[in-house]
C-alpha cells in the first residue's frame, strides 16, 4: 500500500460518515480516494453534469447553488469542514442537481464514483454500508430543504410565494 | 393555587388590570424592512417597569387595538421600555406610524420569562429564528452583564435573508467580543451576503457547548422551535434544560379571556416561556 | 332552621328590593324558564314543570303551586354578574396623547333568586377563575361582592341533569345567603329556610316564620336524597380529565363535528362559560375610544387566530376544545371540573348533541384502543 493511501486511509477512518466500516473496508475505500484542493471560486461539480464523486470537506467552504439568469446564483446551502458532499455518485445518471462552488481555498478528499460501485458490486455488504450512510446525508439534507421551502419568517401579510 | 381573594362585600371594587397606562415614544429604529424597535417612557414620569427577560406588554394603539408584545430591552438597566414589533396586521401598522412624542397605552410586564438566573454555572445556547431574536435579546444581555457567572454562551440565529437580519451592529459586537459565538445563517442568501446559508436547526450539531450541563431558550416560529428543540435533545440537551416561548391569540393577557389557551395552558400567564417537557406533547399535536 | 310559606316569599322579594337589590329571579317567559328582574313574587313561576332532552325544551302545566319544581331554563346568572356587554375604561386624547376617563363604576346590588345548587356551584367556580388570583376581573369582583344569594334545592331534576355525577348536587352545598327547599302538596305550600349569612339571617328575621319541626326537616331531607336518583343523565367523571387530555386523535371529534354548527349555543347557555373578548371603539371624530368586554366563544373560528390563520380551524377542533377545555384542561388550571351538570348545553344545543355521551364515546373507545402514554 503507497503512504499516499495509507495517510487517506486514516482520514477515512477518522470521518464520522465511515464510522462502523471495518479497517479492510477502509483499505478498499481509500483506494478509490484522492486528495483534491479547489480554488476559489472553482466548482466541485455543475449542475446536470458528471457528478461522479463523493467529497469530504476538509477545509474550507463550499456553496451549493442553482443559477438563474434572472436572479444570478442562489444559494440555498453552504457546507463546509467536516460535511460530506456528493451522493449522486450512487443514483443513476450519477449528475449533480447544483452547483457546488468553492468560496475559498478548499481542501477535501474526493472517492471516485466508478471505483466504489466496482467495489460495492463486488461486495454489496460493502454497498449496503456506503448506502446507509448515504441515505443518511441525504435525509438531512431533504429535511433542511424542505424547512427553507416552508419559509417561515415570511410575513403574514404577504403572499406565499408557494401554494 | 391561591384561596379565592374576592373582594369582601360592600368593599371598594379593585383597581382593573385591564387599565393601561399612556407611554411616549421617545426613540422610534427601524431595524429590517417590516420590523422596527419603539422606545418608550411613562407619560406620567418614573422609571419604566422591572421586567424579566422573556415577559411581554399589551401595547393599545390609542381607538385601533391592543396586542401583546415581547420586551426586547435590556433588563439589567433602568431605561427606555423597549419592543421590537414586526408589522404584521392593523395594529402594528398603527405602531409603525409612531413617531417620537406619540403615545401607546401599557399593560404589563406579563408572563413568565427565561431561566436565566437557573442557567448559571451552565453553558447557554440560545437559538433564534427571525423575529425571535427579540424576546431573546433581554436573554444576552443579561447573560453578558454577568458572563463570569456562565459557560460558554452561543448564540444560533436564523433569518429569512441577510435584509432581515436584526441588530445587526449588536450581533457583531457580541460576535467580536471574543466571549460569546454568534453564528448567523439565513434561508436564503444574496449575492454578497458571505456567511451561512440554511435553516438554523443545522448550526445546532456544531456550536460549542456542553450537552451535559447546558441549558437551551428557543424562540422563533413554532415548527423552528420543534425542531430546534429536537436536535438539541439528539445532540444530548435533557429536555428539562430547553426553554420554548410560544404564541396564541391574546385579548387580555392576564388569565381571563380564555383565548390563548394552548391545550390547558395559559400561554399569557403559564408561558410564554415554556420548559420544553412540559410543551413537547402539546406542540407536536394539531389544532390544540 | 325554620319555615315559611308561599305569601312570606313574596314578602321575601319585596324585602329584598327595599334594600336597593335588584331581584332576579326565574319568570316564564316565551315558553321558557328564564332569569329575569322580577318586582314582586307574583311573577314566579306556578306550578311548572318542564320537559328536557338533546335538543328539546317544553313547558307543561304541573297542577299545583309549585314555585321551583322545574329545571333551570336557558339562562344563568352569569347574564347578570358578568353581562354580555361591560365598559371597562374611556379614554380621551389629549394634547401629550390619552388620559383614562376617571372611572364610575356603579354596580347595582343583585339578588339571585332560585339559585339551584348547580348555579351556586357555577358561581364558585367563576370566583376562582375571575375573582382570585394576582388579576381580577374588576366589573366581576364588584358585581359578585355585593349580591344576595337565595338558593334552592332541586326537587325535580330535570331530563338532562347531571349535576350528581359532577358532585354538585342537586342539594345546595358552598356559599349562600338563604337557601330554600319548596315542601309543596296538595293542602300545604311551605319553604324549609337555611340562612348562611348574616345578610340571609337579617332578612329572615324581617319574613314571617317559625321554626321547623322535625317532621318537616325529615321530609326536605328525604326529597333531597330522592332527588339526587332522579337525574336525567349520569357522567362517569372517575378519571375522566387524564382519559380527555389524551384523547386528542380519537375519531369521535370528527363524528361530532358533522353534527356541531359551531353556533356557540352550548358557551352561551353554559353558566361557568368566561371566555369574552375586548373591543376598542372609537367615535366618529377618534377622540373618545372605549374597551368593551364581550362575551366570546371558543368555537368562532377567530377565537384562535394568530397572524396567517386559525389555530382551531376545524368544527372537530374547536368541539374537542370546548369539552377537553370544560371536562379536563379546567382541572389542571383551576383545580375543579368546569361543567356543573345543569344540562343547559345539551337543551339547548339545535343539533342535540350531548357531551355525556360524547365524554363516555370517548372513555369507551379510550378501553378498547389502550392506554397510550
Known amino acids: 500500500m503507497s503512504t499516499q493511501v495509507h495517510a487517506l486511509d486514516v482520514l477515512l477512518k477518522e470521518h464520522p460518515f465511515f464510522h462502523g466500516l471495518a479497517p479492510e473496508d477502509l483499505e478498499i475505500l481509500a483506494g478509490c480516494a484522492k486528495n483534491e484542493r479547489f480554488e476559489k471560486g472553482q466548482f466541485l461539480y455543475r449542475e446536470n453534469q458528471n457528478a461522479d464523486r463523493l467529497f469530504i470537506i476538509r477545509q474550507g467552504t463550499v456553496s451549493l447553488e442553482i443559477y438563474s439568469a434572472r436572479r444570478g446564483a442562489i444559494v440555498f446551502q453552504k457546507v463546509r469542514e467536516g460535511d460530506v458532499l456528493g451522493t449522486s455518485w450512487i443514483v443513476p445518471p450519477y449528475v449533480s442537481g447544483c452547483d457546488a462552488r468553492a468560496l475559498e481555498t478548499v481542501r477535501a478528499v474526493s472517492l471516485d464514483g466508478p471505483c466504489m460501485r466496482r467495489k460495492c458490486d463486488a461486495d454489496p455488504r460493502l454497498g449496503y454500508e456506503l448506502l446507509k450512510r448515504s441515505v443518511a446525508v441525504l435525509v438531512g439534507r431533504l429535511e433542511a430543504a424542505h424547512f427553507q421551502l416552508l419559509d417561515l419568517y415570511r410575513n403574514p401579510l404577504e403572499r406565499p410565494r408557494h401554494g | 393555587m391561591a384561596e379565592p381573594a374576592i373582594a369582601a362585600r360592600g368593599t371598594v371594587p379593585p383597581v382593573s388590570p385591564m387599565a393601561i397606562r399612556p407611554f411616549v415614544v421617545c426613540g422610534v429604529r427601524r431595524e429590517t424592512r417590516d420590523t422596527f424597535t419603539l422606545e418608550l417612557e411613562s407619560a406620567e414620569g418614573g422609571p419604566a417597569p422591572r421586567f424579566l427577560p422573556g415577559q411581554f406588554n399589551m401595547l393599545y394603539a390609542f381607538g385601533v387595538g391592543e396586542i401583546p408584545i415581547s420586551i426586547s430591552g435590556d433588563p439589567t438597566r433602568r431605561g427606555p421600555l423597549t419592543h421590537t414589533v414586526r408589522t404584521v396586521g392593523v395594529v402594528t401598522r398603527a405602531m409603525e406610524r409612531l413617531e417620537p412624542g406619540g403615545v401607546l397605552g401599557v399593560r404589563g410586564p406579563y408572563g413568565e420569562g427565561w431561566p436565566v438566573e437557573d442557567a448559571a454555572g451552565a453553558d447557554v445556547v440560545v437559538v433564534a429564528g427571525g423575529i425571535g431574536l427579540a424576546p431573546l435579546r433581554p436573554v444576552v444581555l443579561s447573560v453578558l452583564a454577568e458572563r463570569e457567572r456562565y459557560g460558554r454562551v452561543a448564540l444560533l440565529y436564523g433569518a429569512r435573508s441577510p435584509k432581515d437580519i436584526l441588530f445587526r451592529a449588536e450581533l457583531r459586537r457580541w460576535r467580536s467580543a471574543f466571549h460569546m459565538d454568534v453564528e448567523v445563517t439565513v434561508d436564503r442568501g444574496d449575492r454578497t451576503w458571505r456567511g451561512d446559508v440554511g435553516v438554523v436547526t443545522r448550526l445546532v450539531p456544531r456550536a460549542p457547548f456542553d450537552p451535559a450541563r447546558t441549558v437551551a431558550m428557543i424562540c422563533g416560529p413554532e415548527i423552528m422551535m420543534r425542531f430546534a428543540a429536537q436536535e438539541l435533545v439528539r445532540r444530548g440537551v435533557a429536555r428539562d434544560a430547553i426553554w420554548v416561548s410560544t404564541e396564541r391569540n391574546m385579548k387580555c393577557g392576564v388569565g381571563l379571556c380564555g383565548h390563548c389557551q394552548h391545550g390547558p395552558l395559559f400561554v399569557c400567564k403559564d408561558g410564554p416561556v415554556f420548559r420544553y417537557d412540559r410543551v413537547e406533547t402539546l406542540l407536536s399535536k394539531r389544532e390544540i | ?373
Not at chain 3, 335538543?55 to 329545571?71: C, E, K
Not at chain 3, 362517569?236 to 363524528?255: F, H, M, S, T
Not at chain 3, 384562535?304 to 374537542?320: C, D, E, F, K, L
Open chain 3, 1 to 373: 332552621m325554620v319555615v315559611f310559606d308561599r305569601d312570606a316569599l313574596d314578602h321575601l322579594v319585596t324585602a329584598l328590593r327595599d334594600r336597593g337589590f335588584d331581584v332576579v329571579g326565574p319568570t316564564v317567559r316565551d315558553g321558557a324558564v328564564v332569569l329575569a328582574p322580577l318586582e314582586s313574587g307574583a311573577e314566579l313561576p306556578c306550578g311548572i314543570r318542564d320537559e328536557q332532552n338533546a335538543g328539546r325544551y317544553r313547558l307543561r302545566p304541573g297542577g299545583d303551586g309549585a314555585v321551583f319544581a322545574h329545571a333551570v331554563g336557558p339562562g344563568s346568572f352569569k347574564r347578570w354578574l358578568y353581562p354580555p356587554e361591560a365598559t371597562l375604561w374611556a379614554a380621551r386624547r389629549t394634547e401629550d396623547g390619552f388620559a383614562l376617563e376617571p372611572s364610575e363604576r356603579r354596580v347595582r346590588k343583585l339578588a339571585l333568586l332560585g339559585a339551584r345548587s348547580c348555579d351556586v356551584a357555577a358561581l364558585a367556580i367563576h370566583d376562582r377563575v375571575l375573582a382570585s388570583g394576582p388579576h381580577l376581573d374588576a366589573d366581576y369582583a364588584a358585581r359578585r361582592a355585593g349580591a344576595f344569594v337565595v338558593a334552592v334545592d332541586c326537587l325535580t331534576p330535570g331530563g338532562t341533569c347531571f349535576c350528581a355525577s359532577t358532585g354538585t348536587g342537586p342539594s345546595v352545598a358552598g356559599e349562600f345567603d338563604l337557601r330554600l327547599t319548596e315542601l309543596c302538596d296538595p293542602g300545604r305550600h311551605l319553604f324549609l329556610v337555611e340562612a348562611g349569612s348574616d345578610a340571609g339571617r337579617e332578612v329572615l328575621r324581617g319574613l314571617p316564620h317559625r321554626p321547623a319541626s322535625d317532621a318537616e326537616r325529615a321530609d326536605a331531607d328525604e326529597r333531597r336524597r330522592a332527588a339526587a336518583d332522579r337525574m336525567g343523565r349520569a357522567l362517569d367523571v372517575d378519571g375522566l380529565p387524564a382519559i380527555l387530555a389524551r384523547a386528542d386523535d380519537d375519531p369521535r371529534w370528527e363524528e361530532t363535528a358533522e353534527r356541531c354548527l359551531a353556533c356557540g349555543s352550548c358557551t352561551l347557555a353554559c353558566p361557568t362559560c368566561f371566555c369574552h373578548t375586548v373591543e376598542d371603539r372609537t367615535g366618529l371624530s377618534g377622540e373618545r375610544a372605549e374597551r368593551v368586554r364581550l362575551w366570546d366563544s371558543c368555537f368562532t373560528l377567530e377565537f384562535s387566530y394568530i397572524h396567517g390563520g386559525s389555530v382551531r380551524a376545524s368544527r372537530a377542533a374547536r368541539y374537542r376544545h370546548w369539552l377537553t377545555h370544560k371536562l379536563s384542561g379546567w382541572v389542571e388550571q383551576f383545580g375543579t371540573l368546569g361543567c356543573v351538570g345543569c344540562g343547559r348545553c345539551i337543551t339547548w344545543c339545535p343539533a342535540g348533541i350531548d357531551h355525556t355521551v360524547e365524554a363516555r364515546s370517548v372513555r369507551e373507545s379510550h378501553a378498547t384502543r389502550g392506554v397510550h402514554p
